[in-house]
């Protein structure tokens, strides 16, 4: 598998689907994703490691609310070489799977 998110580069997705990162160096990393929403959206944005969710936001009635514009998560990890993180983006509202309804920026920094 092809990573699609980089180490310390911001990168920009519109729609929804799932983003992954092979870590290549041991150590501290600080993910976060932004993504701005239709309104009525159910977005929801989960950060992985190695299929265990570290961070979920969204993805229900209440939150994000009908007419939130926008929605972040992030968190920060301690990993390995060779672990996976992934960043999941779904929805259960169609009014999501419009394209270009959802447009998101991923971020991931190594921290010293």
């Known amino acids: 598998m092809t990573d699609s998110i980089k180490v310390n580069q911001s990168a920009a997705y519109a729609g929804l689907g799932t ?3 092979t870590v290549q160096a041991t150590g501290d990393y600080f993910i976060s ?7 009525g959206s ?3 944005q ?3 490691s190695n299929s265990v969710a570290l961070a979920t936001l969204g993805g229900d009635a209440n939150d994000p609310t009908p007419t ?7 968190t920060q990890s301690y990993f390995v070489a060779g ?14 799977s419009v394209p270009n ?3 998101s920026v991923i971020n991931v920094y190594q921290t010293v």
């Open 101 to 103: 309804a959802v447009k």
């Open 42 to 44: 159910a977005l929801k």
């Open 19 to 21: 983003s992954t990162l």
């Open 68 to 74: 939130q514009p926008s929605i972040a998560v992030s």
């Open 83 to 96: 672990d996976m993180i992934t960043v999941v983006l779904s929805s259960s509202n169609s009014v999501d």
């Open 46 to 48: 989960v950060i992985n």
């Open 33 to 39: 994703v932004q993504s701005t929403i239709p309104a």
